[in-house]
């Protein structure tokens, strides 16, 4: 560099250096909370539930389940190809065990994708998505042995992860109200609040266990004002009680997020976890055996919240924020049937599923296989088989004698 450049630059750097001076004097008298602009709070449309269309045209119906399939396909595209329930008069009607909807926010990340998941998996045509035959490992059909429906989205704020919150909690209350359990698609990671916060208040603060599969252990701090993201809703959950710290599990955690002042947050509210690092160590079949006591070891109701980010990203490619080196569905698949066979399910969320960045439909097609893995093992329930490791003899071994 030329002295005269030198000279240049550094004339540059104090003429730029008053002029940033002089602004901040001027902004000096300026509270911060002025430039904010907030909501109107008198628009009557800010209220979700208050914009419902108007049903005058629509044509009587007894309550209970709408069929959508022609020639035994279906003829408009729904979760799973299930029948489409409106309200909860239907569920009630049609004694609904599982209510499927879609909740497609965006915001708690920031970058547009995960509100995607509800369709994409709406759109799915292969991967057994409408399967009626029996789960060839246990020889159970969910499809048979359940009334499930698709029971639409939520109609959340797509300019708002705040304001998005209470929708889904109604709609999640609103279910469980009826006996249903909610199955909720998302969506980004925010979901989880709404979803335990709404599980809550139907069955009580502290009455519901959480097993958080991730790759993340979702409990940031506030950050940049915000309470809740994608990021922060288990410091939101047990900050708020909905869930007692004893009664989180986490499962999947790896990469450098959290450092140690997350781990610490962890251990003061005495909440358990189950890293990348102990898998490493002692094996997935040992660390699986743990994770069901401890499900079996906690409140009368459980909840699973499941990030598709705990799966490697070469299972789960089309997801915002993945980490390498994860779990894979040979690992988590019987793990999620038994937590579904051995315990109270109360609900049930897949989340994180970001279709625009899917290049081979891998993410769509394994996340429509974790939830009937769920699906399954509350059918296996259902039906009595609550055997740990339980598998379909006529499937498991053929009836050759094996050479010795
Ligand atoms: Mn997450």
Redesign the pocket.
């Known amino acids: 560099m030329s002295e005269a450049t030198r000279w240049i630059l550094t004339l540059l750097v104090i003429v730029s250096s008053a002029v940033a001076a002089a602004q901040d004097e001027e902004m000096a008298g300026v509270d911060p909370a002025d430039e904010v602009i907030y909501l109107d709070p008198t628009d009557e449309s800010r209220d979700p539930w208050s914009a419902l269309r108007d049903t005058e045209g629509d044509a009587e119906r007894e309550p209970g389940l709408i069929q959508i399939g022609r020639l035994g396909r279906p003829g408009v595209r729904s979760l799973f190809g299930l029948p489409v329930a409106l309200t909860p008069d239907d569920l009630r009607a049609a004694e609904v065990d599982v209510a499927m909807f879609g909740a497609p926010i965006d915001m708690g990340f920031g970058w547009r994708g995960a509100g995607e998941g509800p369709s994409a998996l709406r759109g799915q045509l292969r991967g057994g998505s409408a399967s009626v035959l029996p789960h060839m490992h246990v020889g159970v059909s969910w499809r048979r042995e359940l009334v499930a429906v698709d029971y639409g989205n939520a109609p959340i704020d797509i300019l708002s992860v705040e304001r998005s919150m209470p929708p889904v909690r109604r709609m999640v209350r609103e279910i469980a109200e009826t006996g249903a359990i909610p199955v909720i698609i998302g969506g ?2 925010s979901l ?1 609040y709404p979803n335990v916060a709404g599980l809550a208040d139907v069955y009580g603060k502290g009455n519901v266990g959480v097993i ?1 599969f ?3 252990f ?1 409990a940031g701090d506030v950050r940049g004002g915000h309470l809740i993201s ?2 922060q ?1 288990v410091r939101r959950l047990v900050d708020d009680g909905h869930v007692l710290g004893k009664n989180f599990i986490q499962v999947g955690l790896r990469g450098y997020w959290p450092g140690e002042e997350g781990f610490e947050w962890m251990r003061e509210n005495d909440m358990r976890y189950h890293t990348m690092a102990e898998i490493e160590r002692d094996g997935w079949d040992v660390v699986m055996d743990r994770i069901l006591n401890e499900a079996l070891d906690g409140p009368e109701y459980l909840y699973i ?1 499941f ?1 598709i ?1 705990v799966l490697d990203p070469a299972y789960t490619p089309g997801t915002g ?1 993945p980490v390498a080196a994860g779990l894979t569905p040979r690992e988590v698949f019987p793990l999620l049937r038994t937590l579904c066979s051995e315990n109270n399910l109360v609900g049930f969320d897949l ?2 599923l970001n279709p625009l960045l899917d290049p081979g439909y891998t993410t769509v097609m394994n996340s429509g296989y974790i939830i009937q893995e769920c699906m399954t093992g509350i059918a296996m329930r259902k039906q009595g088989i609550t055997e740990r490791g339980y598998l379909n003899p006529l499937t498991a071994e053929d009836d050759e004698p094996d050479p010795e």
Do not use: L, M
């Open positions: 980004d990671h989880e958080h991730d790759a993340h979702d994608h990021a809703p919240s990030d980010d924020t989340v994180e």
